[in-house]
């Protein structure tokens, strides 16, 4: 029981602990601080050099991006749809040869519900069909 409450308490660290542990986080934070302060001077000072250009250059500037972000989009939705016609052609392939590939056991399902529902729609139209051809004569 003794030994638990030593546990819990806070172990008080020397004096000369402390005081590196604040210089660090001083020094560090200090640092990190001029860096920040430095990053946003540059940001400001390109900014303002890089308006001008941008305002004089925009009628080029904007069009250029527009073009770029389009040929770009076309060449990723190419891409995309190669790679998903690629695979759905691996994919009937690996059906047609039997391989059986994911899905298709619920693909061969919905195939036999549709003949049965086409069998049964058939045999009612002949009923139908002679039920009529029975009234007329």
């Known amino acids: ?22 210089a660090t986080a001083v020094t560090a934070g200090g640092s990190l601080l001029v860096l920040s302060g430095l990053t946003l001077t540059g940001t400001v000072i390109g900014l303002t050099i890089a308006t001008p250009l941008f305002v004089l250059f925009s009628p080029v500037l904007v069009p250029a991006v527009i073009t770029v972000f389009l040929i770009v989009t076309g060449f990723l939705a190419s891409g995309g749809f190669g790679v ?25 399902q919905a195939r036999m519900k549709l003949a049965g529902k086409a069998r049964e729609m ?11 051809t029975g009234q007329h004569t």
Do not use: C, F, N
């Open 1 to 22: 029981m003794a030994e638990q409450q030593q546990s819990q308490q806070p172990v008080q660290q020397p004096r000369s602990h402390q005081v590196v542990k604040a």
């Open 84 to 108: 998903a016609a690629i695979s759905v052609l691996s994919w009937i392939y690996r059906y047609v040869t039997g391989k059986q590939p994911p899905g298709a056991e619920s693909l061969d």
């Open 122 to 132: 058939k045999d009612r139209a002949e009923q139908l069909g002679q039920h009529v």
